[in-house]
């Protein structure tokens, strides 16, 4: 069995960016479920399946398996058993995985792959629903949130920084609706499982996020 840390939060609390932190500190693999998405994606490309017809993906779900690994420190995507990382970025792909994420049964595999990845090696884990759905019983569970102000600093920088012009104040309404929209959606909600640690990040810096996660670590 492998030692799962499971990390939830809402949108801009920095949730990827401590979880790789970690990874990295404790030799774990990152599960990077967006690439896990984009190579399923690859996978009905490779089927000659196109992005409407549903029932075609829904099918071709059964006999595909995702794996994420690393070589030489660099995060690597196989699909059944063929390195396919080059090819992610693709925009083919990328259309691909937005439109067929939607789909149950893309959802569901995924889930899946996730769960037996976790069985199997030493993960780290973010999104919204981990602690609470796809990692009930992992070993480390956070719930890493920001107030709403910091977190639209965050974008706000994060923006500037590149050269976009933008509003602090609807930046900070896009960020509440989103909060709303994540707590209240009828499949798996955001929200702390009853056994996470809460980690308010308004006030910490990236290091002492990580070494605070760090310190839950039984290993």
Do not use: W
């Not at 399946?49 to 995060?75: H, L, N």
């Not at 706000?156 to 012009?165: C, Q, R």
Request: with cysteine; hydrophobic share 40%.
């Amino acid at each position: 069995m492998g030692y799962n840390i499971a990390i939830d939060g809402p949108a801009g609390a920095g949730k990827s960016t401590i979880a790789k932190q970690v990874a990295k500190k404790k030799g774990f693999i990152y599960v990077d479920t967006g690439a896990m998405y984009r190579g399923l994606a690859l996978h009905f490309i490779r089927q000659g399946i196109q992005p409407e017809e549903r029932e075609k993906i829904a099918f071709a779900c059964q006999d595909v398996v995702i794996r994420i690994g690393y070589e030489d420190g660099i995060q690597q995507v196989y699909l059944n058993g063929d390195n396919v990382t080059s090819r992610l970025r693709e925009e083919a792909v990328g259309n691909m995985a937005s439109k067929s994420s939607a789909i149950p049964e893309v959802r569901e595999k995924l889930l899946e792959l996730q769960r037996n990845l976790a069985k199997e090696e030493d993960v780290v884990m973010d999104g919204r629903d981990i602690g609470t759905h796809v990692l009930p019983d992992a070993d480390v569970k956070v719930y890493l949130t920001a107030s709403v102000a910091t977190r639209a600093k965050r974008r706000f920088a994060e923006l500037t920084a590149k050269g976009e012009e933008c509003d602090f104040d609807i930046i900070a309404a896009d960020i509440a609706e989103r909060d709303a929209r994540d707590m209240n959606r009828e499949i798996a909600p955001l929200k702390q499982a009853e056994d996470a640690v809460l980690i308010d990040s308004s006030d910490m810096t990236i290091e002492e996020v990580t070494d605070a996660i760090l310190a839950l670590c039984g290993r």
